[in-house]
């Protein structure tokens, strides 16, 4: 089976140091929406959580040489699924972000752990557990 995905717009940031997990950063940018996407942004509202759906473009090709990987913030190996490593079998990450602003099809956030032109796959709302939609 092989699965394929266009990405749906792209980060863009001028953030030069950008932290290695969205838990952790302040760092801001813009997700780019292509056009035609733009009115499934109706009803994102500044302040709104959102999950970041994304490709890691510039991670190397997985191996299995990466299935066991040491984290910057451990002494020891871990299992790739057990990490947040960009590094992956399938090379898709989640962050939660804070929508700051909406203009058109761009929605500025706050808590990018993204590089600049990183591929977004898609969008998806921060939905409390307990809520009832």
Known sequence: MKI???PIGFIS???????????????EGVI?????????????????QIIVIFHFHKSPAFHSGYLLQKPPHKETEMGVFSTCSPVRPNPVGISIVEVTEIQGNKISVRGIDMIDGTPVIDIKPVVEKDRKE
Not at 32 to 48: F, N, P, S, T
């Open 4 to 6: 394929a995905f266009e």
């Open 13 to 27: 940031t001028e953030e030069a140091n950008i932290p290695r997990h969205w838990s952790i950063s302040n760092a």
């Open 32 to 48: 780019v929406i292509d056009e035609k996407y733009a009115e499934g942004l109706r009803d994102i509202r500044q302040g709104q």
